[in-house]
Structures are given as C-alpha cells and as structure tokens.
T-cell receptor
Framework: TQLLEQSPQFLSIQEGENLTVYCNSS?????LQWYRQEPGEGPVLLVT?????EVKKLKRLTFQFGDARKDSSLHITAAQPGDTGLYLC??????????FGIGTKLQVIP | GAVVSQHPSRVICKSGTSVKIECRSL??????MFWYRQFPKQSLMLMAT?????????EQGVEKDKFLINHASLTLSTLTVTSAHPEDSSFYIC????????????????FGEGSRLTVL
C-alpha cells in the first residue's frame, strides 16, 4: 500500500485555469514537502509545511497542511504552461528517508 | 543554493556490462546520500541509503550485489549497476542533505539531475 496517495494522477488543463492537487495519508507527519520535477531532471523542492493548518504561498501556488497533519493540498491559480511538470508530495521518515507519493502529472495547454 | 551533481547524465551500455554513476555534493558535506530509481511515468522509489564510511542500507527487494554503492567521502557516493540488463534501464537519481541540517525536520534534501541508463 502507498504511504502517500496523490490525486489526480494526471491533469490536463487550459492556460489560465485553476487546479488543486491532493496528497493524503492515514499517517500523521511532522512535516511534508512538495516537489516539482521536469522530464529528465531531478525533483526541486517547492515548499515544506510543518504546522497543522499551515498555509504557504509561493507566487501563484498555495500549499496547505491539514489540521491533523495527515494530508496536504497544492492549489495553482491561473496556471501557466511553465507550471507543466510532475508534482510530488513527500514525507521524511526514519534515518532521514524521504518517501514520495506517486505524483500528479500536470499539463498546461497554451 | 546547494548543488548535487550526477555524472553521467546519460549512458547507454550493452547487456552484461557494468555502469558506474557518481553523485557529488558540490558545496556541502553529506554523511548520507540516497539513491532513487524512477521508471517512466512513475514516482521515485528509494533503492538504498548510502552511508559515508560504512555499508549502504538497501530497501526491501533491491539486490545489493547488483547495485553496488560506495560512499568513500563526505562529498561522493557511487552507484554501480553490475551486469546490467534491459530491465535495469531507468532514471537513477541521487539526493543528499547537508550534514549540518540532518537533525532538522525541515533540512532540505537536494537532488541531482538524474542519470538515464539505457541497457541494450
């Protein structure tokens, strides 16, 4: 079973639309990270959320950590073609290990 | 920002040969590095944890004799795919965290650019 469930797995939208990506688990985490990965490259950290209910903004991206610290969401406002990529949520476990969700592949069509 | 560099970025080899991939932390020291494998349209799967000066720790189902890991210094870990076969073709990614932030939950994990292995 997957520790982190991400939905949707695939999303194709028109430029200018809004979207939300979800990351869910039955486990409680001390922190959660969101990464973005472009084809043929390694993931790049977007944000780390730590406190239950925390909201962080990164330009047009809004990240929220659930009150119970079991889930998180990523909302993109007015998506741009440059937002296209694989969005991964991840959590740190024992021995510094990072476990990734399956990812959401986003395509923004001009 | 901190940089992790992988080399080579792409490698094509014949079945049965061995391939070595290097992972370097360029401006920080890392006592631990991690090796991931990513198949097309899938997420990153942790293969093993590379520990400086000691044996690597492998995840369940990963053959340690096939994927040899050496972490000889605080800035370099290598992954050698021995007797590679077509099913080993994948995108291999390493990551590392600055040793000074190890005990911080928010210590950023930096990823290399990845190495695309194609076994013919």
């Amino acid at each position: 079973t997957q520790l982190l469930e991400q939905s949707p797995q695939f999303l194709s939208i028109q430029e200018g639309e809004n979207l939300t990506v979800y990351c869910n688990s039955s486990s409680v985490f001390s922190s959660l990270q969101w990464y973005r990965q472009e084809p043929g490259e390694g993931p790049v950290l977007l944000v780390t959320v730590v406190t239950g209910g925390e909201v962080k903004k990164l330009k047009r991206l809004t990240f929220q950590f659930g009150d119970a610290r079991k889930d998180s969401s990523l909302h993109i406002t007015a998506a741009q073609p440059g937002d296209t990529g694989l969005y991964l949520c991840a959590v740190s476990g024992g021995y510094q290990k990072v476990t990734f969700g399956i990812g959401t592949k986003l395509q923004v069509i001009p | 920002g901190a940089v992790v560099s992988q080399h080579p970025s792409r490698v094509i080899c014949k079945s049965g040969t061995s391939v070595k991939i290097e992972c370097r932390s360029l401006d920080f020291q890392a006592t631990t590095m991690f090796w991931y494998r990513q198949f097309p349209k899938q997420s990153l799967m942790l293969m093993a944890t590379s520990n400086e000066g000691s044996k690597a720790t492998y995840e369940q189902g990963v053959e340690k004799d096939k994927f040899l890991i050496n972490h000889a210094s605080l800035t370099l870990s290598t992954l050698t795919v021995t007797s590679a076969h077509p099913e080993d073709s994948s995108f291999y990614i390493c990551s590392a965290r600055d040793r000074r932030t190890v005990f911080a939950n928010t210590g950023e994990l930096f990823f290399g650019e990845g190495s695309r292995l194609t076994v013919l």
